[in-house]
């Protein structure tokens, strides 16, 4: 209990600094007196700018990123349990590239004809790229190192795919637009994206600690999960199926974020051990955290411009991965 009240402070904090924070740095008692009078109409009087930037801006913008970092993290842990690679996360397998290629397919060819929104066809995309991954992996072998191989195989080809419907079909505009979104993009996001950024991250949450004991059992293989009953075949389906709509939801609203689901679930499993009980909760909190941070450095590191989220996650998130490996291979 005393785990899990530090652990929401600090996200709370967290949201606070990322509300407050900017190109124009707002008071935080400024900020917690807006969202008082947004939530309880609680009537401070404070500047109708400063309170349209804290409440129409930047709070949409870090709860947004709170929920992708978390959805990433959750993916992240999900995968590298199931498929027993520490190397695996959605961005190395080709999900989040799948997903990019079925938004984009959605936004600029106009698949389903206005009747699929971007989220859906997201989500179409990042099945379609974790099926065609598997069936490379399974056909190169199945060890551990194929399916990293093919994923990185998977995500090229995808990510060429939305390359040449961007350069084939879209108008300038839209391809400078489409090209910034696919780096991350956190500056377009409002409230109506809340709307289902938090459920998406919500939902998966639910679902990856419903199967927390199976995911414990995967630690030792497949063989021995189906030996203690776990259904192996229908854990997998709904724990991919989670993964991918975490990851799509998320890609459709911000686009393609690495680092997040890698790094994330190594260094929680530093910090809190690898029963998924709490490692689940710990990662999607530690993701939250990481992602707000990383937008409020996106925010403030060049004056007067907003760099693109997956740069962000991409500079601290590399040589992080690379100080958690040389840890533990010390450890070894």
């Known amino acids: 209990m005393g785990a899990a009240l530090a652990a929401l402070f600090l996200l709370t904090v967290s949201l606070w600094m990322g509300a407050a924070i900017g190109e124009t740095s707002i008071p935080l008692d400024i900020v917690a007196k807006a969202f008082a009078n947004r939530v309880w109409q609680a009537g401070y009087p404070i500047d109708p700018i400063d309170e349209g930037i804290i409440w129409s801006y930047r709070l949409s ?3 947004v990123a709170a929920c992708c970092g978390s959805a990433l993290a959750l993916s992240g842990v999900v995968l590298q349990s199931l498929l027993r ?10 999900i989040s590239a799948g997903a990019s290629t079925g938004a984009v397919s959605v936004a600029i060819l106009g698949f ?5 929104g971007l989220p859906l066809g997201a989500f179409a995309g990042a099945l379609i790229a974790f099926l065609a991954v598997s069936l490379l992996a399974l056909r190169a072998g199945r060890g551990s190192a194929a399916i990293i191989l093919a994923g990185v195989a998977g995500s090229q080809l995808f990510h060429a795919l939305t390359s040449f419907i961007v350069t084939k079909a879209a108008n300038a505009e839209q391809a400078r637009g489409i090209m910034f979104w696919l780096l991350g993009n956190l500056s377009g996001v409002r409230w109506p994206d809340v709307g289902l950024a938090l459920p998406a991250a919500l939902a998966g949450l639910v679902i990856c600690l419903a199967q927390a004991r199976s995911l414990d059992a995967f630690a ?28 799509a939801v998320m890609v459709s609203l911000v686009g393609s974020i690495g680092f997040v689901g890698l790094v994330i679930p190594h260094a929680t499993r530093m910090l809190v051990g690898v029963r998924h009980g709490t490692l689940l909760p710990a990662a999607a909190v530690i993701g939250a955290i990481f992602m707000v941070f990383a937008d409020i450095l996106s925010r403030i590191l060049i004056a007067g411009q907003v760099l693109p989220i997956g740069v962000v996650t991409a500079l601290f998130g590399a040589p992080a991965f690379a100080l958690i490996m040389s840890q533990r291979r010390a450890s070894l």
């Open 61 to 63: 913008r870090v709860v």
């Open 85 to 94: 690679n520490p190397l695996a996360d959605p961005y190395v397998l080709g």
């Open 112 to 116: 389903g004809g206005g009747l699929i």
């Open 220 to 247: 030792f293989g497949k063989e021995s999960a189906a030996s203690l009953g776990i259904p192996v075949r229908r854990v997998y389906a709904v724990l991919i199926a989670a993964t991918a709509m975490m990851t």
